[in-house]
């Protein structure tokens, strides 16, 4: 199951990173945490790191594929600090076979969210 919250973060905090606060990131992260069964804040951390990354990648939409390759380094790092604290959490190795399918799924699904999303966003830019 790809991670959809983290690559509609990429494509909300990387098309309009003034429109998306560090606090709603922060709070969304906790939202998510209190719903799986990571630790408390794992979520949080990761969705301001790539706040932090995807913001820096505004000018990237503007080319599908740049905008897609600017996704993956962050999906990567986002789920090895996932992994790390896991693993610092219940103080063990954590196979990585439990988090590389989920990282390869949120690339692989990263298309399928963004280009609906880049038409609806084209779409509503004409209107106004």
């Known amino acids: 199951m790809p991670d959809l919250v983290l690559v509609v973060l990429y494509i909300a905090c990387a098309r309009r990173p003034a429109a998306v606060s560090l606090g709603l990131v922060f709070i969304l992260g906790l939202l998510q945490d209190l719903l799986s069964s990571t630790p408390f804040g794992l979520h949080a951390l990761v969705f301001i790191l790539v706040h932090a990354a995807s913001s820096r990648a505004a000018e990237l939409h503007k080319s599908f594929l740049l905008y897609w390759l600017g996704f993956v380094p962050v999906a990567v ?10 693993a610092i959490h219940h103080a063990s190795f954590i196979s990585l076979d439990l988090i590389l399918p989920r990282t390869l799924a949120s690339i692989l699904a990263f298309p399928l969210i963004v280009i609906p999303y880049q038409w609806v966003a084209g779409v509503h830019h004409d209107e106004t």
Do not use: Y
């Open 77 to 86: 790092v986002a789920m090895a600090v996932s992994w790390l604290v896991i």
